[in-house]
Structures are given as structure tokens and as C-alpha cells.
């Protein structure tokens, strides 16, 4: 009987580990062995798309149709999205001087199998998407390959197609900086600094507007860590420029418009852009922060199958653009959008945020998709980053980091500060990062910041999750054992993590025992901390346990986020709301004064004795 229970104990330890895998997703471009394609070139197949130049009026996003046509049609043909339009083996580096290139070696950015809208396409061989581009810094061709994605063979290829002004600055994003009263704006654009002078023309809405230089940055195949950043997934990365604006007034409503000035002194300009300043710390106004992990992203077009790999990415997308009037600051703890080394995936990602990440503070925390990879310092010693070990996101985005290679940084937002941890990295008593964690939850005034929240990716408190009860620790080893005294002693409110892709939220806990049996109203001291996971943003859900612990009080396998409101020092609502419908599915309130927090709890006071 003992040897029956390992045994179904082991399958449930390998189900969980398998559907951990497939939870996380197979970055679609993966599928396709580009580096073994052949020629197979036919005079009878074309290829066409049309219009040939995009964004003739400012725009950085166009349709773009692509009509084909093949003498010897299959299921398995599809179409690739290459940018370059040039993707042949003249592009390709050569590993030694012995070895020659492979006949191609970048991915599409983009693929969709030819028959996606043309049911009679095995029939007739002729057929016709409507493919959505963004502005990537250069032109763009399609491809007709046969033979599927394992041992492709190129058919043929098209007409070029390439955006007005290729360089143009696109898809700006903000961040808090390092200090409450200061704003930076990070863009991309085809731009060097030899080539034009990058800045921001700003000021507050209707009043002075000046000119402020950025500083820019890039970085080379030899910059990242492995494959495939740095074979098939590699696409220059183009230029990012930051600049920082500073001395803002708290709650003002800024413009901004990002520039380059060319060497002949004319002007590259992007539309009009605006933000309202952060209130400064212990602000009393009305104050909402939105957090979730794990989102991913989406082709509005269908294309790359990513409506399979990251579902629910739009929805949510389009659910905070259509609330972003009641959103001030966004948080995406981790696990991106899943590039996985694919550095194309990077502009198709801050494309779609860029309605929310150009009106609000857009604050990254680092994922295992974004940092992971071998021998390079990461935690956890797996592939997950795809050989970006960080790189990627220390560069495109901003965060307030003393260091950004080491991504845990804090940040104060009116009523609230946010300790922000790196979970790739050791966060274990006695390093630099959980000094780190201690010394921003001890250095907050809580008369003023009374709304105290610590933000991790990976789940370092209480999940459900499949994979973490099987492991038999409900949460990453080893964190609680390492983290809790710290939560409990300086009273976090609320930790929230991604990595398991669902929603749960538990009581107010200690050493996993609830301090206070309510749900929905906790009135005066917490005696414990909320732990949620949100990481149900958009990639693939990942199941609970059949376990129940006391703990648990909601878990929702669906996609959503979730929404924290400071009305004052003393009440704050929590919200999970679903992506589907932007409707709150669970929430609960803080309700509380100064000396709630002051007062002493289980192991958060100093222990006192008669002589004290």
C-alpha cells in the first residue's frame, strides 16, 4: 500500500511538472527549424503584398494584405513574416571559417499557415491574409514555404514592404525614477546618436514646453547568452533612448512628444503624448495601482498562434486601455510576454502596451523568462530567458534599480511604497538582495505610507498551484522559511506574485496559520499578511490542487488582474477583476488608523522582558 502511494505520488509530481512546461508555453517561433530550410523555388508560385509603403501618415501600425498563389498546394504550407526583407544566407554569421552558414538563419517575426483564411487553399493553391505590421526599423518581406515547420522548403517570396520612415521614435513607455518627483520616458527608434540628437519636448499641458536630451543605448549579438538570442532569434534591437524628467509637481498633467534632430538640422517627431505626475509620498489623494504577472502577448491578426500560447494577453490589454482613465501606475511582475530570444518579439510587445505604457508609470519585476539561463548568475539554473539572461528587459524598460543587472528596487507612490524583489536572484537570509528587501520595508514612514505591498514574480509566500502542492511547499522552497519573519516583523499588508498562472488570494497569514478568520472587511491591525498570485494575465492557465487548506480563501482559474485603490491613510479596496469582462470576481477592504499598524502582533514587535 506504501509502495501504491509513491507511486501515484510520482505520476501527480510528473503531471505537475509537464503541465508547468506547458503552462508557460513553446514560444510558437520555436517550432520552425528556419536554420534547415531549403530551396524549392517555383516560377509558377508567387507571392504579393500590397500596399508597399505604410505609414505615410504618421502611422506605426498598418494591415497589410498578402495574396499567394501555389502550383502544388498542401495543409502544411504557410506563410512567414520576415523583417529584413533580406533573410537570406548573406545574413547569416559563419560559426568558424570551416563551417559555412546555414542557407537562413533569422525567423519570421511573424507566420501564419496559408490556408489560416482560405478554406479551398489545398484545392485551388491560391490564398490571402490580412497581416497586421508594426514599424520595426526596416523592411519587410513574405515568405511561402512547404513542408512544414520542421524541414521547410521556400516556395517563394514577395514584393518589399517598408513603413514611410523606418527610424521614426515608436512606442514610448514610463517609469517612475529614482526619486518620487521624477518621470523618464523610454523609447525605440533606427536612430544612433551619430546619425541624430534624441530628445523630449515636454512641459506641463498648456504651459512652457522645453527640450531635454536622452541618453541612449544598444547592445550586440555578442551581449546576450545563448541560443536563440544568438542565432535565429537575433534582430537588431535598434536604439533605445531614457531620458529623465524631474521636478515635477505632483499631480500635474505633463505632455511630451519625442524627437531626434538630424544632422541636417530638420526634426523627427512622434504625435503628442501625456501623463499625470506622481503624487508625492504620503499624499493624501485618491491613488490606484494595477498588478498581475505573466501577461504575454497577442497577434491581432491570429498569426503565430499565439491566441493558443498567451489566450488571454489582448483581453487583458484591452480591459486596462479601456479603464486607463482610473489607472495611475501598472505593475508586471515577471514573465513578460515570453520572447524566450526572440528579440522581434520586443517591438511587437511594447507596440501593444503602448496605449498604457505611454499614460501611466508601465514597473517591470523580473521573471525566469526574461533572466534564467545557465551560468550566468540567475537562481534558478535553467534555458527559460532563451539566452536573453536579461539583457532584453534591463534595456527596453526602465526600473529604479541601483543596479539593473540586479533587478529588486523600490518605489514610492503617494500612500503606497512597493518593495519590488528579483526572484531569479538569491533572495535568501544573509545576501545582498534580502538585505535589500529588509531595508525597504524598515525605511518606510508608515504614518505617511501606510499601504506597505511587496511585489515578487515567482510565488516566494502561498500558492495552490499544481506544481507547488506537489512539491509539498506551496510556494517556491525555501522563501517562506527565509521571508516571513520579514513580512511580519515590518507588517507587509499584501504580497503578490505571478509565475502560476491563475488567482488566488489567502487570509491575512503567519507561519501558515490565518491571524484573522474574516474575508471581505478587516478592520484594525492585519496581524498578518495577504498573499495573492497574479499571474492569470494571459499565458496559459495552470491548474490548483484538489487539496484544501485553510488558508485558500478564493481561487480562480481564468484570466484577469488585479486593482488596489488608497482612498485615504485608513481604507483601501482590494479588486480581482477578469479579463474577459473587466468585472470584479473577488475584492475585500483595509479599514484601519495609524496606531492599528504601531500595535504589536505575533513576532512583530522586539520581545520585552520585566527589566524592559
Known sequence: MKGLRMIMWTILLVLAILHRASSHGIQPLSRIAIHKATLALDNLAYVKASPTVLGLNGQNTEWVTVEYSSPNPSMDDWIGVFSPANFSASTCPAENPRVYPPLLCSAPIKFRYANYTSPDYKVNGKGSLKLQLINQRSDFSFALFSNGFLNPKLVAVSNTVSFANPNAPVYPRLAQGKQ?????????????????????????????????????????????????????????????????????????????????????????????????????????????????????????????????????????????????????????????????????????????????????????????????????????????????????????????????????????????????????????????????????????????????????????????????????SFGEPMAKENLQKLWQKYKVDIAIYGHAHNYERTCPIYENQCTDNEKRYYKGTLKGTIHVVAGGAGASLSPFTTLKTKWSLFRDYDYGFVKLTAFDHSNLLFEYKKSSDGKVYDSFRISRDYRDILACTVDSCPPTTLAS
Open 180 to 472: 518620487w518627483d521624477e518621470m523618464t520616458v523610454t523609447w525605440t527608434s533606427g536612430y544612433g546618436i551619430d546619425e541624430a540628437e534624441p530628445f523630449v519636448q515636454w512641459g506641463p499641458k498648456g504651459g512652457h514646453q522645453q527640450h531635454s536630451p536622452a541618453v541612449t543605448l544598444t547592445f550586440e549579438r555578442s551581449s546576450v547568452c545563448g541560443a536563440p538570442a544568438r542565432t535565429v532569434g537575433w534582430r537588431d534591437p535598434g536604439y533605445i533612448h531614457t531620458i529623465f524628467l524631474k521636478e515635477l509637481w505632483p499631480n500635474r498633467v505633463y505632455t511630451y512628444k519625442l524627437g531626434h534632430r538630424l544632422s541636417n538640422s530638420t526634426y523627427v517627431w512622434s504625435k503628442e503624448y501625456q501623463f499625470r505626475a506622481s503624487p508625492f509620498p504620503g499624499q493624501n489623494s485618491l491613488q490606484r495601482v494595477v498588478i498581475f504577472g505573466d501577461m504575454g502577448k497577442d497577434e491581432a491578426d491570429g498569426s503565430n498562434e499565439y491566441n493558443n500560447f498567451q489566450r488571454g494577453s489582448l483581453n487583458t490589454t484591452k480591459q486596462l486601455i479601456k479603464d486607463l482613465k482610473n489607472i495611475d501606475i501598472v505593475f508586471h511582475i515577471g514573465d513578460i510576454f515570453y520572447a524566450n530570444g526572440y528579440i522581434s518579439q520586443w517591438d511587437q510587445f511594447t507596440a501593444q502596451i503602448e496605449p498604457i505604457a505611454s499614460a501611466v508609470p508601465y514597473m517591470l519585476a523580473s521573471g525566469n523568462h526574461e533572466r534564467d539561463w545557465p551560468g550566468t548568475g540567475s537562481f534558478y539554473e535553467n534555458n527559460d530567458s532563451g539566452g536573453e539572461c536579461g539583457v532584453l528587459a534591463e534595456t527596453m524598460f526602465f526600473v529604479p534599480a541601483e543596479n539593473r543587472a540586479k533587478y529588486w528596487y523600490s518605489t514610492d507612490y503617494g500612500m503606497f511604497r512597493f518593495c519590488i524583489a528579483d526572484s531569479e536572484h538569491d533572495w535568501r537570509e544573509g545576501t545582498e538582495q534580502y538585505k535589500f528587501i529588509e531595508h525597504c520595508l524598515a525605511s518606510v514612514d508608515r504614518q505617511k505610507q501606510p499601504w506597505l505591498v511587496f511585489l515578487a514574480h515567482r510565488v516566494l509566500g502561498y500558492s495552490s498551484d499544481l506544481s507547488y502542492a506537489v512539491e509539498g
